[in-house]
Structure formats: structure tokens, C-alpha cells
């Protein structure tokens, strides 16, 4: 049997290994941007705690397919689609958070000169990532 960087070179050739190869960096670095943007904020513990969790996973994952032919492993691919995922929830919190800490004093400001009442400010525009 061959490891996975074999496997995926042999039925998909250089580009199918350098596809493969780039898709385990993406996830990489969603790890990385995960522990690196919810570092310091208590409500987003839980995303520190799953880029940890997704960089021992994948690593795991790297090492035993050397030697194991898995290269299509369900739990791999769900792992890459939770961690991007959790990626983009936790770049949606943020934007929020800073939408509301930016804005508020000025929206306050101007509402109450005009005569609106906090309910009849416009939703945010945030369109998924």
C-alpha cells in the first residue's frame, strides 16, 4: 500500500498532489488563523481550543498517511470543512463586534440629534465570507 502523497500523486498525477498539497495548507493556515484571531477574547475560547485541535488533527493525519493508503478518509475532509467554517464564524464575530464598538458612539450621536430611536437603525451589511 501506498502512503497518501503516493496515492494522490498516482491516480490524479502532479497537479491532483499539488491540489491535495494546497487544500492541507489552506487548512493550515485556518488553524493558525484561528488560534491567532480569537488569542485574548474569552467569548471566543472555543475557537482557540479548535485551531489547537485542528493543527494535532492534521498533523495526525499527515504523518500516519505517509504510511497508510487514506487518502479520501471522511473524517479528514470533515475536519478541513469544520475548521474553515469555523474560520468564517469566528471573522463574522469579529466584524460584528467591531461594527458595534465603531459605530455606536457616532450612531448614538446623530440618532438621538435626529429624533430616532435605537429600533429604527438599518442592519449591519455583512455578507458571508
Given amino acids: 500500500m501506498h502512503g ?3 496515492n494522490a500523486l498516482s491516480e ?3 497537479i491532483g498532489l499539488a491540489l491535495f498539497l494546497t487544500v492541507a495548507g489552506c487548512s493550515w493556515i485556518n488553524c493558525f488563523l484561528l488560534i491567532r484571531k480569537s488569542r485574548g477574547r474569552p467569548g471566543l475560547a472555543w475557537a482557540n481550543l479548535l485551531g489547537r485541535m485542528g493543527q494535532a488533527a492534521l498533523v495526525g493525519y499527515w504523518a500516519g498517511g505517509a504510511f497508510l493508503s487514506q487518502t479520501y478518509l471522511d473524517e479528514y475532509w470533515c475536519v478541513i470543512f469544520i475548521l474553515d467554517a469555523a474560520r468564517r464564524v469566528v471573522a463574522r464575530e469579529i466584524a ?10 457616532s450612531m448614538r450621536l446623530r440618532t438621538s440629534q435626529a429624533g430616532i430611536g435605537p429600533l429604527a437603525l438599518p442592519k449591519p451589511d455583512i455578507r458571508p465570507g
Avoid: F
Fill in 4 to 6: 497518501i502523497y503516493i
Fill in 12 to 14: 490524479h498525477g502532479w
Fill in 96 to 105: 460584528r463586534i467591531a461594527g458595534v464598538s465603531a459605530a455606536t458612539p
